[in-house]
């Protein structure tokens, strides 16, 4: 069983930045395809952005450009820096594990003002 935690949402302004962290208890986080996904109030979860365990990036294309995933390996942690956020992007975040199985964390809460 992996367990995720994610950490650094909040409220920020349109324009601005913003960096969420997931820490995994997985020791071999390597491994795993890890991924961010986010929720919007009425909306399904959607895909956000992944990063294979060789270090190859996937992102949605609302946010190519924007967004970027990284992985820690040897902290088991990944990141999803946030820049140039816009009011669309306020949603729960939430950290995904990937490996025969799926894992996810509780989620955390960016919300971006106009």
């Known amino acids: 069983q992996v367990q995720l935690v994610e950490s650094g949402g909040g409220l920020v302004q349109a324009g601005g930045s913003l960096r969420v962290s997931c820490a995994a208890s997985e020791s071999n986080l390597k491994f795993y395809v890890m991924g961010w996904y986010r929720q919007a109030p009425g909306n399904q979860r959607e895909l956000v952005a992944t990063?294979?365990?060789?270090?190859?990036?996937n992102y949605a294309d609302s946010v190519k450009g924007r967004f970027t995933i990284s992985r820690d390996n040897a902290k088991n942690t990944i990141y999803l820096q946030m820049n140039s956020l816009k009011p669309e992007d306020t949603a729960i975040y939430y950290c995904?594990?990937?490996?025969?199985?799926?894992?996810w964390g509780q989620g955390t809460q960016v919300t971006v003002s106009s």
């Open positions: 995904n594990a990937r490996l025969l199985r799926n894992f």
């Open positions: 990063i294979t365990s060789g270090g190859t990036t």
